[in-house]
């Protein structure tokens, strides 16, 4: 296997974007590594908030470069939303001067205060790596979040390039104008390095599986419309059968093979890497420079069998069912199978006499994908930002709108073309939609993780603004956090593939939904090979490392553990999604 064709003549910026859970960290750390070793001085940047850099370098980053040990060259960092915002916070609010009034700092704050504040303020720190922040580095990889949340961000230099121009009021939840004027230039800057083919390369990474394949031709598109035409594409965890006969094997090279052989279009024509599954987890220096190497002959040796003894998806759905009514949230690493169990909890719980709203967060649903027909008493959509931003607006227009003058609706309509108004919108669309489980099943299939907890983090915003607007008042207030925190009310259901990256992952976000006071109420491993009874030597060394991760799991990471196996045949349509419950 030969370095990646994009490392023969790399752009100084290499962007690795795609699905959720495709590989893009281990590829861009591969990248980064190989060109380092070179000779090159690389540094290695996470955009995700859900970053897990740090367990695949085995280094604690920070929100500055941090030299890798072992890797001479190379240095990486994670740019710390938090952190991000409280600076940009600072900023603003030395915008106002020293003659302001507390009152009106402390409404910039509460402005400020916002998950969509928080991702601008992040697209500011990349935005300066972009316009000559790093200029010490011979090259600088991105390792993006999933695709929803990377395309928001590239397209918000131009976002809001449009918006600012000849807009004297500010946005409405970013405050005062003069607080993103001053980013104004930077903005430009970064747009016109973003679609610069001499500069910048992206890099579209895609597993061999339909969904992720769908989602990289479409981001494809996306990202040309965008004017980012440099575009190669990277094929990661191609399997090939070492001989047949082997029925598991024999399924999944299949299924890899069709794939392959119907790639869309667009993504065909893209100058191609095909990266093999590796027996190996890829964390830790050594892995990481192992995957673009032929991997050393697996050897045959004798069947392997975890002993495993949880309970699947029927069990589970039982004992949900047993409620009668409630909301179901599916969560986790983007790439585990969220879509899949989430659908099959639906139909499971159909199957039983239930009605069910089976429903996504995820900027890129498939969920209809998935289903793929029609069920009684099963309603399938998704929480569309496009169709949700508009009838927000149209809300505030009917409603605090309705006594302004002509000019004065004009100024608020064009405040309202804020690149922040999507989140609000998408908000009060999650908000109405937890709100139907108090008479029914909702299954929520949410974003890949960051993306996620951005939600959660707007609905403990909504929360305490709530409380506070309303005081010492008669009865019990009720906020979408308060009902995510009821056991009773919701169940959260985190999903990871039994390797050590997404259990890593699937155990960080439980401690955030802990620090929310959200308790998960199961764990689904999806994807097992533990009890397939395949002799494939590659396969075999896989499961040898997927047992230790289920005992991880089993160790105190879940209260109740469940188990979808690996099936050669995608579960996609009502029938064979009813089979696994």
């Known amino acids: 296997m030969n370095d990646l064709t994009l490392l023969q003549q790399p752009t100084r910026f290499l962007f690795f974007t795609g699905k959720g859970g495709v590989g893009k960290t281990s590829l861009s750390c591969a990248a980064a590594l190989t060109l380092a070793d070179q000779g090159k001085r690389v540094l290695l940047v996470s955009t995700d908030p859900a970053s897990n850099l740090d367990e695949m ?8 470069p941090v030299a890798i040990p072992g890797a001479h060259n190379l240095s990486a960092m994670n740019i710390d939303p938090d952190k991000a915002a409280e600076d940009y916070r600072l900023r603003v609010l030395e915008q106002l001067g020293p003659g302001a009034a507390e ?24 935005v300066g790596l972009l316009a000559g922040d790093a200029a010490e580095y011979d090259h600088v990889i991105f390792d993006t979040a999933p695709t929803g949340h990377t395309l928001r961000l590239l397209s918000l230099p131009r976002a809001w390039t449009g918006f600012l121009q000849g807009n004297d009021r500010g946005a409405s939840c970013l405050g005062p104008h003069s607080g993103l004027k001053m980013q104004e230039e930077r903005f430009r800057t970064a747009l016109k390095t973003l679609g610069n083919p001499a500069t910048t390369s992206i890099i579209l990474v895609t597993r061999a599986d339909r969904g992720a394949v769908r989602e990289a031709a479409r981001t494809s598109d996306e990202l040309r419309a965008l004017g980012l035409g440099n575009q190669q594409l990277v094929v990661n965890g191609v399997f090939r059968a070492a001989a047949q006969g082997d029925a598991v094997a024999d399924g999944l090279a299949r299924d890899h093979a069709e794939v392959m052989a119907t790639l869309p279009t667009n993504l065909a024509s893209l100058p191609r890497t095909e990266v093999p599954l590796r027996s190996f ?9 192992a995957l673009f190497r032929e991997e050393t002959s ?22 949900l069912a047993s409620a009668g009514r409630g909301l179901v949230m599916v969560m986790g690493k983007g790439g585990v199978g969220k879509t899949t169990v989430a659908a099959a909890i639906a139909v499971g719980l159909v199957k039983r006499g239930h009605r069910v709203h089976l429903t996504t967060t ?28 508009a009838r927000y607006i149209e809300k505030v227009m009917a409603t605090k709108g309705r006594d302004l003058d002509d000019a004065d609706r004009a100024l608020m309509r064009e405040d309202l073309a804020s690149p922040c108004t999507e989140e609000v919108a998408v908000f009060h669309a ?60 919701t169940k959260v259901i985190l999903v990871a593939l039994p390797e050590t990256t997404p259990v890593s992952e699937a155990a960080s976000l439980q401690d955030d939904l802990r620090r929310a006071r959200i308790e998960p109420w199961a764990w689904v491993v999806n994807r097992s090979l533990a009890q397939t009874g395949t002799t494939d030597p590659l396969l075999q060394r896989r499961i040898r490392g997927e047992a230790a991760q289920i005992e991880r799991i089993r160790g105190g990471l879940a209260q ?22």
Request: charged content about 20%.
């Open 57 to 64: 370098l085995g280094s604690r980053l920070s929100d500055q």
């Open 103 to 126: 009152a009106e700092r402390d409404t910039v704050r509460e402005q400020l205060s916002g998950a969509c504040t928080t991702e601008i303020a992040a697209f500011d720190e990349f």
């Open 281 to 289: 987890d890829m964390v830790g220096l050594p892995a990481l420079r």
């Open 298 to 319: 697996v050897g045959a040796t004798q069947a392997v069998s975890a002993d495993l003894d949880e309970l699947g998806l029927s069990v589970m759905v039982d004992a």
């Open 362 to 389: 995820d900027p890129a649903a498939h969920v209809s994908l998935v289903v793929d027909g029609s069920l009684e008493g099963l309603v399938v959509d998704r929480i569309d930002p496009s169709i949700e931003t």
């Open 430 to 489: 999650f908000s109405r939609i937890v709100a139907e489980a108090r008479g029914a099943f909702v299954v929520m299939d949410t974003a890949p993780t960051g993306h996620t907890l951005l939600l959660l983090d707007a609905t403990g915003a909504y929360h305490r603004q709530m409380t506070q607007d309303m005081g010492p008042v008669q009865g019990r207030i009720v906020t979408p956090l308060m009902r995510l925190q009821d056991p009773d009310y």
């Open 560 to 581: 109740r553990l469940y188990l979808l196996p690996f099936l050669a045949e995608p579960p996609v349509g009502i029938p064979r999604l009813l089979a696994l419950t």
